[in-house]
């Protein structure tokens, strides 16, 4: 589960050293069926701390006799926080989709600290995710369930951008907690229209929302007359943002934040160029209210409809081809390393630098894509593709909804962040990210290989997956259907470990010493005695040893002698 406790603490830590608001983790795009190429709804999320492990949580359905209570742990510190009622049945959850293709995911923007406390609010956020996939049918039904709790409970959390999909709909979800003295939250609600994409990466996106439109926007009915009576809004409702009043957004909301959001909407659509002022944190006001006049739309329409592997793609981003392109400064050292290490903003002299916060980091416990098909039974229509560390180098294997069984390489328990498991596949995913570090720009062109060669895999094997769970379905068979599902997937999430394992055998011979092994299509090519033939030793680029020449001058000068 996400470690926020431990990133709120470094982060404010780190604000208050520096001088600046500092933003949370995690990023989540949404894709409704009209945006799709085969008619799916889609989420994603990243979900990036220092201290998550990479695993795959399983809460089975259950039935539970009146009077039964849930405890009730803080997501991020499993902090005993109260009990609440269980319902009578509670719907099996895989990850963040349950048996019905509900979908849940999240960022923290945090907004107003007076806001961020609420004494005896027992509803943290990562709670709400969870009980809702347990008792909801629908996005809109785990909309109203997520209120509901808020209401009756109290909200334990800071502000929260909660992504929430079924086969038919996808909706962006906003709250913000009340405060000290009064219960609840804040919060709207707006459906994506059919069509378009949205996004979200821990500032509040929601700005403006029609009044009068259940169909399509729902919300707290004093989202409003909150704002006013605190003071902070005077203008007409027709004019009222939601995220102006809540979570206004300042450089950091744009450059470390909204600025994901904008390279994920680059990849799909091409007149983006527009908001890349914007995206490096350069924020213009105005207008009555003096709020952010050039800000991103909350939804886009991207130039083509959008297959399951363009949306894994906009997982995958460091900024290339933008402004904040990672690789073009010395940053990314001689071997164009798209990642910084943190913490992200640092001084020289008097003035505060940034790190760039990309899309794929290097920090991601666990990121997945849903898929909810409305043209299918529920058990095989949702399925979350799930992967491990950093989202440009995972490898999405799909986890049907429909599911009783957790793979052992993602298995709850098995390792964790300060113990190291062989068979566990978050810590076989970061033996391969973590050796790329080194010479990123020789060594990723082989794990994307691997990459695209399991994923088009699985992705080819999807049709005809669904096609033998649907004729066990239609022929009754349900328990059969299930045992099906959860044996492929099962079988090829352990597969894909051990692929991923004999990679980072290959490129630890292949790459070792900084030299780089002759091979061709994976094997390596050895002399006719036996051995290894002399390795390429490729050096640094000009652009680097210029660089090492201008700060060393003539201290690293041949002189005298011929160079070996």
């Known amino acids: ?15 208050v050293i520096s001088g600046v608001q500092i933003s949370l983790a995690c990023t989540n795009f949404l894709v409704t069926k009209g945006a799709s190429a085969d008619g799916s709804t889609m989420i994603t999320y990243a979900a990036d701390s220092h201290t998550l492990y990479g695993e795959l949580y399983f809460q089975p359905a259950k039935d539970y006799p009146a009077g039964s209570m849930r405890d009730i742990y803080e997501w991020d510190t499993n902090k005993f926080l109260g009990r609440i009622p269980q319902p009578a049945h509670t719907y099996s959850v895989v990850g963040n989709i349950n048996e019905f293709q509900v979908a849940i995911g999240e960022t923290t923007y945090g907004g107003r600290e007076e806001l961020a406390k609420q004494s005896g609010a027992i509803m943290d956020y990562g709670s709400l995710i969870y009980v809702a996939l347990q008792r909801a049918k629908t996005a809109r039904e785990a909309i109203e369930v997520i209120a509901d709790l808020m209401d009756k409970y109290g909200y334990a959390s800071s502000g929260e951008s909660f992504s929430i999909s079924d086969p038919n709909e996808v909706w962006i979800m906003e709250i ?26 821990n500032q509040a996106r929601i700005t403006t929302f029609p009044m009068n439109d259940t169909a399509n926007s729902i919300y707290s009915k004093d989202v409003i007359s909150f704002a006013r009576k605190k003071g902070w ?28 959001v904008f390279a994920g909407f680059n990849k799909v659509n091409s007149g983006m160029k527009q908001y890349e002022e914007y995206a490096l944190g350069n924020v213009k006001h105005g207008g009555p209210n003096n709020f952010p006049v050039n800000r991103m739309p909350l939804w886009i329409k991207p130039d083509k409809k959008l297959s399951v592997q363009d949306v894994m793609g906009m997982m995958r981003d460091h900024y290339q081809g933008t402004a904040l392109d990672m690789t073009k400064d010395a940053g990314a050292g001689p071997f164009k390393l ?44 949702g399925i979350l593709w799930f992967g491990v560390d950093d989202a ?39 033996l391969v990210s973590n050796l790329a570090y080194l010479r990123y720009d020789a060594i990723i062109p082989d794990i994307q290989k691997v990459q695209k060669n399991l994923e088009d895999k699985f992705v080819a094997y999807t049709p005809s997956v669904d096609l033998a769970a649907q004729n066990l379905w239609n022929a009754g068979k349900k328990k059969e259907t299930l045992q099906f599902l959860s044996d492929y997937s099962v079988s090829q999430a352990n597969g894909m470990t051990q692929e991923w394992k004999k990679l980072s055998q290959f490129l630890i ?56």
Not at 1 to 14: C, D, E, G, P
């Open 1 to 15: 589960m996400i470690k926020k406790f431990q990133r709120i603490v470094f982060l404010s830590l780190l604000a």
């Open 392 to 430: 440009y180098s995972t490898c999405y294997v799909p986890m049907y909804c429909g599911i009783t069984e957790i793979p052992e390489c993602f298995k709850e328990g098995n390792g964790d962040m300060l113990t190291y498991s062989e068979t566990a596949a978050f810590w076989t995913f970061n």
């Open 176 to 201: 913000i907690g009340k405060g000290e003295g009064e219960k609840g939250a804040i919060w709207v609600a707006q459906r994506i229209p059919d069509g378009y994409i949205s996004g979200h990466a």
């Open 233 to 260: 809004y005077k203008g007409q409702d027709k004019d009222f943002s939601f995220s102006d009043v809540y979570a206004p957004v300042d450089f950091s909301g744009a450059r470390f934040s909204d600025a994901r």
């Open 338 to 381: 798209p990642y910084r290490w943190r913490p992200l903003t640092y001084k020289v002299d008097s003035d505060t630098y940034v790190n760039e916060r990309a899309i794929s980091t290097q920090q991601t416990g666990f990121s997945f894509v849903t898929q909810s098909r409305s043209w299918l039974p529920n058990p095989i229509g």
């Open 509 to 564: 011979v292949k790459f070792i010493d900084g030299n780089i092994k002759k091979e061709k299509d994976g094997v390596f090519e050895r002399t006719e005695t036996g051995i290894a033939p002399n390795p390429s030793q490729p050096g640094y680029p000009e652009s680097w040893k210029k660089t090492i020449v201008d700060q060393t001058g003539d201290h690293l000068k041949m002189k005298g002698e011929a160079s070996h």
